[in-house]
Nanobody, 127 residues
Framework: QVQLVESGGGLVQAGGSLRLSCAASGRADSSYGMGWFRQASGKEREFVAGIIWSGRYTNYADSVKGRFTISRDNAKNTVYLQMNSLKPEDTAVYYC????????????????????WGQGTQVTVSS
């Protein structure tokens, strides 16, 4: 069984910052890559950022590159998403997810490559 619990969402003004956390427990240990996705109202869930199991490699959607930073603390089994210079278009429910396959050196942007998902945390950016 895998449990993912996101936190840190909220309401922020444009230009502000938020830090999301995703605490993993159960079978989602530090040998798995992790990803952040988001889903805005009326839109499909999209990839935001990913990080491999060791934290050495990361990957970002073009829309957030240079503004968001994904990181992980394997001792705490927690993944973070630092979001700076937020824009109204960043408004969405943000989900963390566990990528399939242990010790993978690649980061997938496909939702189907992620086996477990958190319940999501709402991020709202006002203009």
């Amino acid at each position: 069984q895998v449990q993912l619990v996101e936190s840190g969402g909220g309401l922020v003004q444009a230009g502000g910052s938020l830090r999301l956390s995703c605490a993993a427990s159960g079978r989602a240990d530090s040998s798995y890559g992790m990803g952040w996705f988001r889903q805005a109202s009326g839109k499909e869930r999209e990839f935001v950022a990913g990080i491999i199991w060791s934290g050495r490699y990361t990957n970002y959607a073009d829309s957030v590159k240079g503004r968001f930073t994904i990181s992980r603390d394997n001792a705490k089994n927690t993944v973070y998403l630092q979001m700076n210079s937020l824009k109204p278009e960043d408004t969405a429910v943000y989900y963390c997810a566990v990528q399939r396959g242990r010790y993978s050196a690649t980061i997938s942007r496909r939702r189907d490559d992620y086996a477990y998902w958190g319940q999501g945390t709402q991020v709202t950016v006002s203009s």
